[in-house]
């Protein structure tokens, strides 16, 4: 990964944060956040809202790269249209690429990848609409986790203990775009491991207060404990080589967030991968960071550094 000392070799950047998706509010925070550590660092840097407004700037000449910092699909930034369109025109941007945000996109594809590679990953059944969801629950067995396979924020995800609850479970999940996935909940620690160019953050150890790490827990609740690093020793170092694997499996590049379940039995089990995971006050990727001895305004630099993906 290339390292920069002068803030001027970045060039003026543009700092794309907000768009259309549902994810809107909480990429305008992280961007708001981001754009104020590079300014601190001496970095020529400019908020845009919106892939529109950024591509019509970047025609017009007036940046030398981008730091993305949108979160969703449906062109919401995440997921490798965006990433498309940089790459027409020449343009560098932080982050994964076209395919490993449009595969980290789907988490039924990507556990397809994962299994296919023999990396652990939850049992699991891909359900397109008007599947048989009583069938694919008998193959799975309860408890079972519902949730759309392309959303995030934990929004349409239930954990499912009883067949009764199913239906309730599938109906909720219908809410949001695309297919859904049904897979082997597993009772146990939820964990999650940033990734920064080819370095490994310390994983971190969520303990939300109520079920599970809900829409509620990740942003609203005060509440939820974080312990970095969640593990020790050889269990801390095998979750991070694994989360790794995971990352590169999928063709992801620069930085994200990898979701990790641990069972009683000490097995970690992938989830899904974040390509670019929040950047609040509250999120997960700058808290490791810090664990790790790398500020705010460093992390941003860092991750700004992985645009110069050609010399990486
Ligand atoms: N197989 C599973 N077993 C246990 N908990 C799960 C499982 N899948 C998801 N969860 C819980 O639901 C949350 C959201 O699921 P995740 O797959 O990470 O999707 P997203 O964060 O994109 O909404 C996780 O953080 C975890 O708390
Ligand atoms: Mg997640």
Redesign the pocket.
């Known amino acids: 990964m290339r390292k920069i000392t002068d803030p001027a070799q970045f060039g003026r950047v543009a700092v794309v944060m907000g768009g259309s998706s549902a994810e809107r509010e909480v990429s305008l925070d992280s961007g708001r956040n981001v754009l104020a550590a590079l300014k601190a660092r001496g970095v020529d840097a400019h908020g845009i809202d919106g892939i529109p407004a950024l591509l019509d700037a970047l025609r017009a000449g007036h940046f030398a790269r981008v730091f993305n910092i949108l979160h969703g699909q449906h062109g919401g930034g995440e997921d490798g249209v965006l990433q498309g369109a940089l790459e027409s025109l020449h343009v560098p941007y932080t982050g994964s690429g076209v395919l490993g945000s449009a595969l980290s996109m789907d988490?039924t594809r990507s556990k397809r990848v994962w299994q296919s590679l023999g990396l652990p990953t939850?049992k699991f059944v891909a359900l397109p609409r008007g599947a048989d969801v009583h069938a694919a629950a008998k193959e799975i067995g309860f408890p079972l986790?519902v949730?759309p396979a392309c959303?995030?924020?934990?929004?349409g995800?239930t954990?499912v203990f009883e067949e009764k609850d199913l239906d309730a479970a599938v109906e909720l999940a219908q809410k949001y775009p695309g297919d859904l996935l049904m897979?082997?909940?597993?009772v146990g620690d939820?964990l999650t491991v940033g990734i920064l160019g080819r370095q490994v953050l310390p994983s971190i150890h969520i303990v939300p207060k109520g079920a599970?790490?809900?829409y509620n827990a990740k942003y609203i609740a005060e509440d939820t404990r974080y312990i970095c690093p969640g593990l020790e020793g050889e269990a801390e170092a095998s979750l991070r080589a694994l989360s790794l694997e995971a990352f590169d499996a999928l063709g992801c590049f620069g930085w994200g967030r990898v979701?990790v379940?641990r069972d009683r039995e000490g097995r970690n089990?992938l989830?899904?991968v974040?390509t670019a995971p929040g950047m609040t006050s509250h999120s997960l990727v700058p808290k490791a960071a810090a664990v790790a001895g790398i500020d705010y305004q460093e992390l941003c630099w860092r991750v700004l550094e992985t645009s110069f993906r050609e010399e990486q």
């Not at 897979?183 to 597993?186: S, V």
């Open positions: 988490k939850p986790i949730k959303e995030g924020s934990s929004v995800v954990r897979e082997t909940l597993i939820e599970f790490y809900d979701d379940m089990w989830l899904e974040n």
